[in-house]
């Protein structure tokens, strides 16, 4: 579920975030109608709590995949929850980058694309890392709150044998589970981000 709904959420949010970037006042596309209609439909997105989400996009969801409960249902309002999420995570990582790298860029001659995919992303590739590390973090505290519609995993697990069964023990170690699986995910986050910081 994690690994289907980062997929999915990335190759949207990943093209959100650039779009923000360059298409913001001042940018390299700068495109105020662009700009003006995504930031504003990404802080929608992002304010609605994703328990919220999940009930509301339900006609949607059986629309897509012809159910309403289950991994699949919950795998998309998941990608719709964290894709904004990424996007505006994206965003903040490439505004890190350097603006005279991008000027140097442009007086050299490089096209958009050039500017963006040979200078942009990888002076901004460390803090992608970790932007991808928060995004993964996010989503794996989403997809505890699937269990509400039986979307398996470590949060059905908990609902239906421990909040249902008055089992303590149960609840206490789904989240001692979910806590290795978050320091595991941004230790090796950090480690690949260091190491590509040291390397660029």
């Known amino acids: 579920m994690v690994g ?3 997929f999915f959420a990335s190759l949207i949010g990943i093209p959100i975030g650039i779009l923000l970037v360059v298409t913001r006042p001042g940018g390299i596309l700068a495109n105020k109608w662009v700009y003006g209609i995504l930031n504003p439909v990404i802080n929608v997105v992002r304010s609605l709590p994703f328990i919220i989400l999940l009930v509301a996009i339900i006609p949607f969801t059986r ?11 919950a795998i998309v309002p998941l990608i719709l929850y964290i894709a904004p999420y990424i996007g505006r995570l994206v965003e ?3 505004l890190e980058v350097n603006p005279g790298i991008l000027e140097a860029a442009e007086a050299m001659g490089a096209t958009p694309f050039q500017v963006i995919w040979y200078f942009l992303l990888p ?9 991808m590390t928060t ?32 089992d303590t023990f149960v609840i206490l170690v789904t989240v001692a589970i979910l806590v290795a699986f978050v320091q595991g995910i941004q230790s090796v986050g950090n480690r690949l ?8």
Do not use: C, P, W
């Not at 629309?63 to 249902?73: C, K, M, Q, R």
């Not at 002076?123 to 932007?131: K, M, N, P, V, Y």
């Not at 995004?135 to 609902?159: E, F, P």
């Not at 981000?193 to 660029?200: D, L």
């Open 4 to 6: 289907f709904s980062l």
């Open 63 to 73: 629309l897509i995949v012809h159910t309403s409960v289950g991994t699949s249902a």
């Open 92 to 94: 903040n990582s490439l």
């Open 123 to 131: 002076e901004a590739f460390g803090s992608l890392i970790l932007t």
């Open 135 to 166: 995004a993964t973090i996010g989503l794996i505290g989403a997809t505890a709150m699937a269990g509400t519609v039986g979307g398996g995993g470590i949060g059905d697990l908990a609902i239906s044998y421990g909040y249902q069964r008055f």
């Open 193 to 200: 981000a260091r190491k590509a910081r040291r390397e660029s």
